[in-house]
């Protein structure tokens, strides 16, 4: 198994521009999510799926979309990207089970930087 | 709402004493606590995770924790600090299912420096 996969690992932007970053899982896990990382923040939710076509909003969710038409894939969209999005982003996935199996794992991150 | 705390930015530590990173939380009915580990420029490997049973789990590289229902806490402690355990350490709660909530949220992190 790959795991959790997220691409690309870095990425420079131009205030007001669009990307799109990537997640994929081969485990066929339930849950997905997105998580930016910011010096002295921790982790902050973005994003979070419970299953295909259902998502929600967590923590931080205010310029960035997603969608869940897989259960292997979780794209994160920024609509039109700022300087106060740059952070690095990470992804993970879990069975969501409630139960021994439930364990969030971590893609390796995308670093991105907004001028 | 779910809350996290980790109260200390940074715990200093010689090496082969024991050390406590601590974590508080607060969520609705009975909690799913996690630590996770993040070596530098990594991602995050999970450390250990209380979902029931007994309160004091046993994780990872000699990592255990112990959950505390009364003072809502789940703190990190290891007998014997290893100057490779210095990494940043996340605590996290997810709140069960019935409270119609299904986020993981973390805390702000605690960076654990072991001295040789």
């Known amino acids: 198994n790959a795991g959790v996969t997220q691409t690309p690992k870095f990425q420079v932007l131009k205030t007001g521009q669009s990307m799109t970053l990537q997640c994929a899982q081969d485990?066929?896990?339930?849950?997905m999510s997105w998580y930016r990382q910011d010096p002295g923040m921790g982790l902050r939710l973005i994003h979070y799926?419970?299953?295909?076509?259902?998502?929600d909003q967590g923590e931080v969710p205010n310029g960035y979309n997603v969608s869940r038409s897989t259960t292997e894939d979780f794209p994160l969209r920024l609509l039109s990207a700022a300087p106060s999005q740059t952070s690095v982003y990470f992804c993970a996935s879990s069975p969501f089970s409630g139960g021994a199996q439930e364990t969030q794992y971590f893609g390796p991150g995308t670093r991105l930087l907004v001028l | 709402a779910q809350s996290v705390a980790q109260p200390e930015d940074q715990v200093n530590v010689a090496e082969g004493n024991p050390l406590t990173v601590k974590c508080t939380y607060s969520?609705?009915?009975?909690?799913?606590l996690f630590w996770y580990v993040q070596y530098p420029n990594r991602g995050l490997q999970f450390l250990l995770k209380y979902i029931t049973g007994d309160n004091l789990v046993k994780g990872s590289y000699g990592f255990e924790a112990e959950f505390n229902k009364s003072q809502t806490s789940f703190h990190l402690k290891k007998p014997s600090a290893l100057v490779s355990d210095s990494a940043l350490y996340f605590c996290a709660v997810r709140a069960p299912r019935e409270a119609g909530t299904y986020k993981y949220i973390f805390g702000t992190g605690t960076r654990l420096k072991v001295l040789a």
């Open positions: 799926s419970v299953g295909a076509g259902i998502t």
């Open positions: 969520v609705s009915g009975n909690p799913y």
């Open positions: 485990m066929n896990h339930e849950y």
